[in-house]
């Protein structure tokens, strides 16, 4: 079965700063990664998905994630973070079965200091 | 306008009475899930079901039960036991290519 590590439960940083999220997987076959945002008190909304093709995948927002196979991690990257940014972050990737269901990391909270 | 529907945003029950939250969508998608999430915690998989009459248990499935008799819907009852039922349920429908579409979600408290 596949697992998700998301390195970080709650990472911080100033506002314009870089943010980085870290999230890796484990697949003997190159899955579908995707990363989900979730504000307080809503569901996930899709930030960016990899299935093929390039392995740098821009999302909304102003975020990118880059799928490296090598070291079987996609993580999520923004060049300077705004305050509406904070929030958790999921990554999930798919089951490579019948049911492609997915199965999501634990989960990062992102503070943004002013 | 495509989307997911829950209903309640908010509901509020009595130890020892069963509930059930209302999932409806208009995506066309065959796949559809329940999750449970807990504070400052990741999502746990209820059901999910992937054809309509026809849904499998995820992780924590004990406590709950479903039913999908309509593509659209996908309705979660909460039963008496389940023993901690208090949480926020995410409903969410999956593409064909694997991206999981949520909605708005439910707040559950039971006390």
Redesign the interface.
């Known amino acids: 079965a596949q697992s998700v590590t998301q390195l970080g439960s709650h990472v911080s940083v100033s506002e314009g700063a870089l943010v980085l999220l870290r999230c890796n997987y484990s697949s003997s076959v190159p899955p579908y990664l995707f990363w989900y945002v979730q504000y307080p008190n809503q569901g996930l909304q899709l930030l960016l998905k990899y299935t093929t093709g390039a392995t740098l995948v821009k999302g909304i927002n102003g975020f990118e994630a880059e799928f490296k196979k090598s070291e079987t991690s996609f993580h999520l990257t923004k060049p300077s973070a705004h305050m509406s940014d904070a929030a958790e972050y999921f990554c999930a990737v798919s089951e490579m079965d019948s049911s492609y269901k997915l199965i999501f990391g634990s989960g990062t909270r992102l503070l943004v200091r002013p | 306008d495509g989307g997911?529907t829950?209903s309640p945003k908010y509901l509020f029950r009595k130890e020892g009475q069963n509930v059930t939250l209302s999932c409806e969508q208009n995506l066309n998608h065959d796949?559809m899930?329940w999750y449970r999430q807990d504070p400052?915690?990741?999502?746990r998989?209820i059901y999910?079901s992937?054809i309509v009459n026809d849904f499998?248990k995820g992780d924590i499935a004990e406590g709950y039960s479903v039913s999908r008799e309509k593509k659209e819907s996908f309705p979660l009852t909460v039963t008496s036991a389940q023993k901690n039922p208090t949480a926020?349920y995410?409903c969410?429908t999956?593409d064909r290519?694997?991206?999981?579409?949520?909605?708005?979600?439910t707040?559950l408290t039971v006390t």
């Open positions: 997911i829950q796949a899930y400052g915690q990741g999502l998989l999910y992937q499998q926020f995410l969410a999956q290519i694997g991206e999981q579409y949520f909605g708005p979600g707040r």
